[in-house]
């Protein structure tokens, strides 16, 4: 009778043993899941910023270089006029040109230092005032 009794103690103990440790894989399977996908899409993340950056660094170059020939179209419209050989029109169109496309360069760059902080925030990184910045306070107005 002793015996009978004692061993279904343990019989018992087994079995909740058992479903803790099911338990307890499920829980690190779930956790080991989530994991995973958070770097799938921290990596995905990076991966079409960086795609992004390179793309406004060829669109932010190709805009540079058609600022700099309206500029070039303004100078010389200008030239023209101040030597007689045209009239102030011809300026005032060469720079409806110009300021537009400045306007859009600016944005370019805007958008290309933006995919920076998107980058680094995605890599895990954290903005942080410098040492310097802490120790000189606020700006002086």
């Known amino acids: 009778g002793c015996f009978g009794t ?15 440790e099911k338990a307890a894989k499920a ?4 956790a080991s899941n989530d994991y995973e ?3 799938l899409n921290a990596l995905a993340e990076v991966s079409s910023t960086l795609i992004q950056r ?14 700099e020939a309206y ?3 303004v100078k010389l419209s200008f030239e ?3 030597t007689g050989l045209s009239n102030y029109i011809e300026v005032l169109y060469a720079q409806q040109n110009l300021y537009p496309a400045q306007i859009q360069l600016s944005q370019y760059y805007y958008q290309h230092a933006s995919t920076l902080v998107s980058l680094y925030t995605a890599l895990g990184g ?3 005032m ?12």
Do not use: C
Not at 6 to 20: E, R, V, Y
Not at 27 to 30: K, N, T, Y
Not at 57 to 62: E, G, Q
């Open 126 to 128: 954290g903005w942080n």
């Open 37 to 39: 996908q958070t770097v």
């Open 130 to 141: 410098s040492h310097k910045a802490i120790m000189d306070g606020p700006p002086k107005r």
């Open 6 to 20: 004692n061993l279904t103690g343990p019989l018992f103990q087994a079995g909740k043993l058992t479903a803790s």
């Open 80 to 82: 023209r006029y101040r």
């Open 27 to 30: 829980e690190f399977l779930a």
């Open 54 to 67: 390179a793309k406004l660094r060829n669109i932010t170059s190709i805009q540079s270089e058609a600022v």
């Open 71 to 73: 500029q070039t179209a």
